[in-house]
């Protein structure tokens, strides 16, 4: 046997100097692949147990979605004015595609894919503002897997989809460079038409606090 084999087993400082290598030099992707691994397992989650135990307004918007024989001012709720149009076009959208479900199926699973892009929009905030991935993701899923988010999120309610739009006003106005005033009165009024409480959002939304100089 010879002295010098072709092969020898590589030493356990090798493998990890070649493993940190590999972190160093794919770095992004493995961020990627970790955010992509959280958010979907946060849906996937989500989708396996969803709420049972429904808010009457959840149901009474699903009913009023499933009565409307077309798109009309039926679906205007007083205080959540666009959120019965929104679900009238999704559930609408299903049954176009073959899918027999009932609108408030169709609710939740929207409100499931919402708290998702919820909980990307406060990993967003976080990585911005705390500066370290691992600590903001622990944030966000203490977040996304609280007892009382975990039911707005699988239930058929306007409250997720408010909020959607609120984060992204905070994500319009903490931590950037320059406030784009536009896109901050589109997410706001947004906010306002999914649920009439985004109205209390509005300080912080005026021109006066927006324009301030940071």
């Keep these: 046997m010879s002295a010098n084999p072709p092969f020898r087993l590589a ?25 992509v691994s959280f ?3 946060t849906a996937l989650v989500y989708f396996i147990f969803p709420t049972r135990n429904y808010y009457w ?10 009565t409307a024989a077309r798109l009309d001012a039926t679906l205007i ?3 959540h004015l666009l959120y019965n149009v929104l679900g009238y076009l999704l559930y609408r959208l299903a049954e176009d595609a073959g899918l027999h479900v009932r609108a408030v199926a169709v609710l939740q699973f929207s409100n499931c894919m919402f708290s998702v892009i919820c909980a990307l929009l406060i990993a967003r ?3 911005r503002t705390l500066r370290t991935t691992a600590l903001s993701y622990l944030l966000v899923a203490g977040f996304s ?5 975990w039911k707005y999120s699988t239930d058929a309610d306007a409250y997720v989809l408010s909020l959607l739009c609120m984060l992204a006003c905070v994500n319009l106005l903490l931590g950037v460079e320059r406030i784009r005033v536009l896109p901050l009165v589109l997410a706001h009024v947004g906010g306002m038409c ?12 005026s ?5 301030r100089d940071h």
């Design 11 to 35: 030493s356990a400082l090798e493998v990890c100097a070649a493993r940190a290598n590999f972190v160093v030099r794919h770095q992004p992707l493995l961020r990627r692949a970790v955010g």
């Design 39 to 41: 958010f979907s397992g």
């Design 57 to 66: 307004d959840g149901i009474s918007f699903a009913a009023a979605i499933e």
């Design 77 to 79: 709720h007083p205080h």
């Design 125 to 127: 905030l976080l990585k």
């Design 145 to 149: 897997f609280s007892a009382t988010w």
């Design 194 to 205: 999914f649920h009439q409480l985004a109205v209390f959002l509005f300080p912080q939304c």
């Design 207 to 211: 021109p006066e606090y927006s324009c």
